[in-house]
């Protein structure tokens, strides 16, 4: 481990300790002293909001300083304006019955990626502040330094109006084994993972409660009935925002046979420009890596930065490139989350084809994020709502602006669960309410008797305990009658349990349906042959304990996800080992 490793895990530790000290102080503010203090960050991050956004350009590379700009508006404006009434702090609803208040969690970690760095730190630092939270950034290493000043600019203010230094920090060392520290830290109450797969499948193995968001392969269907030149516009204000950058904006077209052909007019007309197959393929080559995973060398790109990149002309103007996809997987690169105004574009027969092709879309790579529709058919509508595995589906608008709240009704956010269909905790937009516990008073509503008996079947009275025959069972009987039934138990053990595999954030393939097998239990480390043992993907509980039974040991790898419980059994009971 390199000294730059090392620096970065103290750095980390100590950021936790002194953000937990903090803690102590935070959690005792009033409502008022919480609410200032952000209302203060809000105006702060609110007018710095265009120059934060061009260092944000300027050091990554990525969108466009305006459109940076505005979602640092949308980061400090509206999504304080929404939750500036929230209650965090003492009783925060009452009936007659039950008593609900507010608990603070504690140290924030807090993982900002370098695609929407300033925006997601104004965000998190919000709302972990108004939850009564301190909070720990770790910034993606390419966007250090823009993320370093959003959060100074906010630590400064808040420090003016009683928030104590150490509630926010930005670790200025950034390294896998620095996140890693920060995550797992004993301190550390709840993890916020915004980013890559890797990111966000070591938070929910670190066995703390955390928050993680899986990539949006987001894809929209225009129904026959649907107003096309408002769906196109919506579409292409959606995915040229800041080039694509926010998970969210679209990355297919599905469009109805019947319409298609005033489709790709539209398209044509307000910018977009389709590819011949020729130019297609020329252009797929440089979307994926040899590795057939998404070339960042394209990521927040312009349309014309991309034609370039893959040696075609454009027309001049043109905001968006699109091309006719044949299918789905990983044959068709078109057909990827590209995270730049790049669309592949389906023609289908109908919803039902429709429905079917944005699954598979979403089955690809989008699993839980956000799904679009354009109808004027509100039934259409909620039936496309209830077949997609999708979070959030938003109709008749921009996906990129709909999901995040900013044309919807939904509460304004940049981070978006995935719930299980992405393996994450939560479906919803995330928010200061998920970070906070709520403590409930209950008052007894329904009187319990001392003694009930059956309306319809009056119970005989029970003989007096004085004239029962006294029984006594000895503990080496009970032992028996248990290790019995285990004993039975194994032996009608069927062996290897194939389960799902946990629905992480990654490109499944669709020839080989992701699994997770669960190997039968080995007590030497390699067998007769010299095989080496295969490591397990995931470790629960009762795998733990059935290893222990057996004497067996769970051979794992640093990617193997451990439940919180199998960590702690496994750690006691020396059952791993790594290979």
């Given at each position: 481990m390199s000294d730059t490793d090392l620096q970065s895990q103290?750095?980390?530790?100590?950021?936790?300790?002194s953000a937990a000290r903090a803690f102590r102080t935070v959690s005792k503010f009033d409502q008022v002293k919480i609410d200032t203090i952000c209302e203060a960050m809000a105006n702060v991050a609110l007018r710095e909001s265009a120059r934060l956004g061009l260092l944000a350009h300027e050091e990554t590379g990525f969108g466009k300083p305006e459109d940076k700009s505005e979602k640092?508006?949308?980061?400090a404006e509206d999504v304080w304006n929404y939750f500036r009434g929230l209650k965090t702090v003492g009783v925060v609803n009452e009936t007659d019955s039950v008593v609900e208040i507010a608990s603070p969690r504690g140290v924030v970690a807090a993982v900002i990626p370098s695609t929407n760095p300033t925006s997601t730190a104004i965000f998190k630092i919000i709302i972990a502040i108004k939850s009564r939270n301190t909070i720990v950034l770790s910034p993606?290493?390419?966007?250090?330094?823009?993320?370093?000043?959003?959060?100074?600019?906010?630590?400064?203010?808040?420090?003016q109006n009683g928030l104590p230094a150490e509630a926010i920090q930005c670790l200025t060392t950034s390294t896998i084994e620095g996140t890693e520290a920060l995550m797992k830290h004993k301190k550390t109450a709840v993890i916020l993972a915004t980013g890559g797969i890797g990111l966000v499948r070591a938070a929910y193995s670190s066995g703390k409660p955390a928050f993680g968001v899986g990539p949006g392969n987001v894809p929209v269907f225009i129904e026959k009935s649907a107003d096309v030149e408002k769906a196109v516009?919506?579409?292409?204000?959606?995915?040229?925002f800041d080039n694509g950058t926010i998970c969210?904006?679209?990355?297919?077209?599905?469009?109805?046979?019947?319409v298609a052909p005033k489709v790709r007019e539209q398209f044509t007309a307000q910018g977009g420009h389709f590819l011949n197959s020729a130019e297609a393929e020329t252009v797929a080559k440089i979307l994926l890596t040899p590795q057939r995973t998404l070339n960042a060398n394209i990521v927040g790109k312009s349309a014309e930065f991309i034609a370039n990149l893959a040696g075609i002309s454009i027309p001049a103007g043109t905001r968006?490139?699109?091309?006719?996809?044949?299918?789905?997987?990983?044959?068709f690169p078109w057909s990827i989350e590209k995270l730049s105004p790049t669309l592949a574009f389906f023609v289908v027969d109908g919803v039902e084809q429709g429905a079917e092709r944005c699954l598979e879309i979403l089955q690809f790579g989008g699993m839980g994020h956000t799904a679009g529709m354009h109808t004027k058919d509100r039934a259409?509508?909620?039936?496309?709502?209830?077949?997609?595995?999708a979070a959030r589906v938003v109709i008749n608008t921009p996906t990129t602006h709909g999901a995040i709240g900013f044309s919807t009704d939904l509460p304004p956010s940049m981070t978006l669960g995935c719930g299980s269909w992405g393996g994450n905790v939560t479906s919803d937009n995330v928010s200061p309410i998920h970070l906070m516990d709520i403590k409930r008073v209950a008052f007894e509503t329904k009187p319990v008797s001392a003694v009930r008996t059956s309306a319809k079947a009056p119970v005989a009275a029970a003989a007096p305990v004085a004239q029962r025959p006294r029984q006594t069972v000895k503990r080496e009987d009970v032992a028996a009658i248990v290790d019995k039934f285990l004993s039975k138990k194994l032996a009608e053990s069927p062996g290897p349990v194939e389960i799902p595999a946990p629905l992480v954030a990654e490109e499944p393939k669709p020839e080989s349906p992701v699994k997770t097998i669960i190997h039968e239990f080995r007590s030497k480390p390699e067998s007769g042959n010299g095989a080496k043992p295969e490591p397990v993907d995931f470790v629960s509980e009762d795998d733990v304990r059935r290893a222990v039974e057996k004497g067996a040991k769970i051979y794992i790898t640093a990617k193997t996800i451990l439940t919180p419980s199998a960590r702690d059994l496994g750690e006691e009971k020396d059952v791993f080992a790594k290979v």
């Open positions: 103290q750095e980390a530790r100590d950021a936790v300790e640092n508006r949308f980061a993606h290493p390419s966007a250090a330094r823009c993320i370093a000043e959003t959060a100074r600019v906010m630590r400064d203010v808040g420090v516009s919506d579409i292409l204000t959606s995915t040229c969210a904006s679209e990355q297919s077209v599905v469009v109805d046979s019947t968006c490139l699109l091309a006719d996809c044949g299918g789905v997987g990983r044959d259409a509508a909620i039936r496309y709502g209830e077949l997609m595995p």
